[in-house]
């Protein structure tokens, strides 16, 4: 399924990535659940590796998967000069990587958006080794503002529903708040217009009055066990 955003307008979404969590918030709670220093990565869904310099930093080594191909070219040039990353094609019911191969499979607003995407959580665990946790980053469509606008593009997401799915496969979410901030009205309303159709785009930029703006998120973790669990203890 192609993604709405990026897959149209890459450009525009690289000001949107740069935009988003200026403050950190997201990052110091993945950091704080499973940090990657000295780890082997894999950002699934990675669109054009914005993500992928950062987990380099600390990682042993990161892989970034994207099905879509001029995105993976795009990736690819931005982690030229990085030896420690590598940009595979891929989806995410069918990684190619081998079993028990990665320590952190992190997914930032891709494919993971609740019941069906339960071919992903198998491939994910596939590739984990014992103990490793895949980290799920998504948009909290109960938080206002940005929830209330995805709530009236998409009349049948159901926030509750998806809480529900993540808790009864075992992941343990928290509530993130970040910041999104621009630096002229003109990239804050081009945004908002990819993000929504253009009767919910209007009531957005006209709710914004400045160039920043607070968007919930839900941040679920969920490691992998290190052995077997027996009956009895």
Not at 118 to 133: F, I, T
Not at 186 to 210: D, K, N, Q, W, Y
Request: proline content about 7%.
């Amino acid at each position: 399924m192609p993604s709405p955003n990026i897959w149209h307008w890459p450009d525009l979404y690289e000001i949107e990535n740069n935009a988003q969590d200026v403050d950190g918030a997201i990052w110091r709670v993945l950091a704080q659940r499973c940090d990657w220093t000295g780890l082997d990565v894999l950002d699934l869904g990675c669109g054009d590796g914005f993500h992928l310099p950062r987990f380099a930093a600390t990682a042993r080594g990161v892989v970034g998967v994207e099905p879509h191909q001029p995105l993976v070219r795009r990736a690819r040039q931005r982690v030229a000069d990085l030896t420690s990353v590598d940009v595979m094609v891929g989806a995410a019911q069918r990684l190619p990587l081998p079993d028990a191969s990665v320590d952190l499979v992190h997914a930032r607003t891709a494919y993971f958006f609740g019941p069906g995407c339960e071919p992903g959580l198998a491939e994910a665990d596939r590739v984990l080794r014992p103990g490793g946790v895949l980290a799920i980053v998504d948009l909290d469509g109960r938080s206002a503002p940005y929830g209330e606008w995805l709530r009236a593009d998409l009349p049948k997401y159901d926030p509750g529903g998806i809480e529900r799915f993540f808790a009864d496969a075992g992941f343990d979410s928290a509530d993130v708040v970040a910041t999104w901030r621009f630096d002229d009205r003109e990239h804050l309303e081009a945004v908002l217009r990819i993000e929504f159709s253009a009767p919910v785009a209007r009531r957005a930029i006209a709710a914004v009055t400045g160039l920043s703006f607070p968007v919930g998120y839900r941040v679920r973790t969920r490691r992998k066990p290190t052995g077997l669990v027996l009956n009895g203890g």
